[in-house]
């Protein structure tokens, strides 16, 4: 009697008598993985697309025919066979076929003993097919300087071709010819080293056979140290977590990898340093912390007098407090956890993987990392942590340690999800997806369909909007952040584009479990709304500016949305810099002005910060402390680590660093505290303290002002709207 799906919605089948559940348009290859249970495949890996090429994986099913097995959907009841005689006669057979032309011992064989059809023939007991061998040989290709092509160890599992185009986007590789001729080519069928290929590795690296060898080893590798070791790609592919990635590739990067052991108080990483590697911990526990101080930066005056030099010092946030303030819970890091805002400090075990986005965008350090016991860890470059996340092995440990430790947390860190209750917690654990989006990829278009909520996991999402005669950037959303709510509260239309801008995960919350979450959850619903009709209405102040004045004109000076600029009449101005150093007085001696910009006209608009249309000051801060308010005013958070990415990604020379003597813990004398130097970022801050800005008291011609963008530039062009 055939058993029918169980009430959770899995379907249960049986695998060699063993009963399994899995969730419906599950392939039969991929519930065997699951449950343990080898099937062979050459043209299908956990890392690719299913496309039933090599035939390798065929099991018996009960159907008048063998089927492959990972093309083949799972049905209730279904009584799958992987290891019959039957199976396994004809899987010897498909072996003996394709080995009857592959030239044996082939380049990858004989340079790391991984050929995979080789190791397949070798364990059915193939030491020579009885099948007669090609008498036309395919040839050699030796025109790249990177790869070397053997077409006559090809097997056309197509690997490579997915490789290229769906991996990697490059659209170089493709089938060519028919039947008996049918082989690999590369662009119009043209020698691989004058093709459109640009050696990037990936055909190589998904090659199962010697068809595609690294011709030489490449340069790149971690420096290994007394305290660290570097692997041999035998010893990396008996580590667990390095299951399925290719000995090749292990092979020629097998200085990309090293094995590090620290000693309980040492430094792993460092907050702010810049870095290309990531750390995968296997064992002992280390400590993620920031040690910066959690601080706004504030312009203090007070003595009688307008040139009395001013002081800049580090204030608490319940002595300055600002509005919008959006996390008031959790300081974003690169790693599985965030760090409260009141005490910034987590914990990371075995398992964890951090310094992802360092690794593969080099950004600075988000944190400090410290070993709390003795530590074992390895530390690797972009290029293994590429390979490393195609593996569904791998990618499924990690997703399931976020799901696990630090989903909820991520959702609490949101001030307005703080009452969800555990019971929908749980739900969403097991609901939401986890996706991941490449560089310039569009998440979300502006006039689509409204159907999700996505909350950033990793990297930076781009969000624009489309305006006559330009776009522009109203934000780059961190993780911590969260998009989407807009056009599912009202509407059902997205009103922005969202677009990745580097290496970005989301956690995406479908409508359904976003209008259940609002229902169930007033609070929720009430401080979504609030954000939302926030930004409608920064949306239609906008939209007045782009009615009074000529948007085209304005987009094209870069000054959008301008709080205030600085603008220097240049028929008065006489050069002498009274500004630039009146700014310098009123700032310890740290200028926040610069004499030289974009013109209009007559007018020069200083370099002083003007809320550009694309912050790029914002792009890859590590700690998301930079940020832009719904009124488009760019700010920087109380706990910016000072790394100086922002300082250096400003175009226009508007951020600087200011230095700040602070007690830190020493590290050399646990239980002491020393005086140490910190940086923190600031920009123009108009001299708030002031009746009127420094640089334009000082002017001694009325040749600076601050003005108002939108009403000035109206008047400047004789467009001011009547009302």
Not at 407 to 436: C, T, W, Y
Not at 464 to 477: C, D, I, K, R, T
Request: overall charge neutral.
């Amino acid at each position: 009697m055939a058993t029918v799906s169980s009430p959770t919605g899995l379907i249960n089948i049986t695998i060699d008598g063993r009963a399994v559940s899995v969730a419906p348009g599950t392939s039969v290859f991929d519930a065997a993985r699951i449950s343990g249970i080898p099937i062979p495949t050459l043209c299908h890996l956990q890392n690719e697309t299913p496309v039933g090429v090599c035939r390798l994986c065929v099991v018996d099913t009960g159907a008048r025919v063998l089927t492959a097995s990972c093309v083949r959907p799972v049905e209730p009841g279904m009584k799958v066979e992987t290891q019959s005689g039957k199976v396994l006669a004809a899987r010897k057979t498909l072996l003996e076929l394709l080995m009857a032309d592959h030239p044996s011992p082939c380049a990858r064989q004989q340079k790391s003993g991984d050929c995979e059809l080789e190791t397949l023939a070798k364990s059915a007991g193939i030491e020579q097919s009885r099948f007669a061998k090609r008498t036309v040989a395919r040839g050699l290709d030796d025109s790249s300087l990177a790869i070397a092509v053997d077409h006559d160890a090809c097997i056309l599992c197509d690997r490579c071709i997915r490789g290229c185009d769906e991996i990697k986007n490059n659209f170089v590789l493709g089938r060519m010819g028919k039947g008996y001729s049918t082989g690999i080519a590369f662009d119009l069928n043209a020698p691989m080293g004058n093709s459109t290929c640009i050696s990037c590795g990936e055909c190589m690296v998904s090659c199962p056979t010697g068809a595609l060898t690294n011709k030489g080893v490449a340069g790149t590798s971690i420096a290994a140290s007394e305290d660290g070791y570097t692997f041999q790609a035998e010893e990396l592919l008996r580590i667990p977590v390095f299951k399925g990635v290719s000995g090749t590739f292990l092979e020629l990067n097998r200085g990309a990898i090293v094995k590090r052991r620290y000693r309980k108080g040492e430094v792993i990483c460092r907050e702010g340093e810049f870095g290309s590697t990531a750390f995968y911990l296997v064992e002992g526990a280390a400590k993620v912390s920031i040690s910066s101080p959690i601080a706004h930066v504030k312009t203090h005056g007070g003595a009688k007098g307008f040139f009395k030099r001013l002081t800049s010092t580090l204030v608490d946030r319940r002595e300055d407090v600002r509005e919008e303030e959006t996390r008031d819970r959790t300081i974003p890091i690169d790693a599985s956890v965030d760090l409260s805002y009141g005490n910034p400090v987590a914990s990371l075990g075995p398992g964890d993987l951090f310094g992802e986005m360092t690794c593969l965008n080099f950004y600075p350090r988000s944190a400090t990392v410290r070993a709390e016991s003795d530590v074992v860890a390895y530390e690797m470059l972009r290029n293994v942590l590429d390979i490393m996340m195609k593996n569904k092995t791998f990618r499924a440990q990690i997703d399931a340690n976020y799901r696990e430790r630090a989903l909820e947390n991520h959702l609490r860190g949101v001030p307005m999800f703080a009452d969800l209750s555990p019971d929908f917690i749980d739900h969403l654990k097991q609901s939401v997806e986890l996706q991941r989006f490449a560089p310039g990829e569009v998440i979300a278009r502006q006039g689509d369909p409204a159907d999700s909520f996505y909350l950033i996991r990793i990297g930076f999402v781009k969000i624009s909007e489309n305006y006559p005669g330009g776009a522009m950037v109203l934000a780059y959303l961190s993780r911590g952040d969260y998009f989407g709510e807009i056009g599912l509260l009202g509407g059902g239309v997205r009103t922005a584009m969202c677009t990745a801008l580097d290496h970005v995960e989301v956690v995406r919350i479908a409508g359904d479990d976003f209008r259940q979450m609002v229902e169930r959850f007033p609070a929720v619903r009430k401080g979504l709304e609030a954000v939302a009709d926030e930004r409608r209405l920064a949306n239609e102040q906008r939209l007045k500016t782009v009615d009074s004045v000529p948007l085209d004109q304005f987009l094209s000076q870069g000054l959008m949305e301008a709080q205030s600029l600085l603008v220097l009449d240049l028929q008065k101005c006489t050069r002498c810099d009274a500004c630039v150093n009146a700014c310098a007085d009123a700032h310890d001696g740290v200028t926040r002005l610069v004499r030289d910009g974009l013109r209009f006209e007559q007018y020069l608009i200083a370099t002083s910060c003007r809320q550009c249309r694309d912050p790029l000051c914002m792009v890859g801060c590590p700690v998301g402390s930079i940020r832009r308010r719904n009124s488009l005013e760019v700010i920087i958070e109380d706990w910016c680590i000072g790394c100086g990415l922002c300082a250096r990604n400003c175009p226009y020379g508007n951020i600087n660093l200011h230095p700040f003597q602070v007690m830190n813990e020493d590290p050399d004398h646990p239980g002491r505290t020393k005086a140490v130097v910190k940086q923190k970022a600031t920009s123009c801050d108009l001299c708030t303290n002031l009746a009127e800005p420094s640089c334009v008291y000082a002017c001694p011609h009325d040749a600076a002002h601050r003005v108002d963008p939108k009403k000035f530039f109206a008047d400047a062009i004789g467009q001011l709207p009547t009302y």
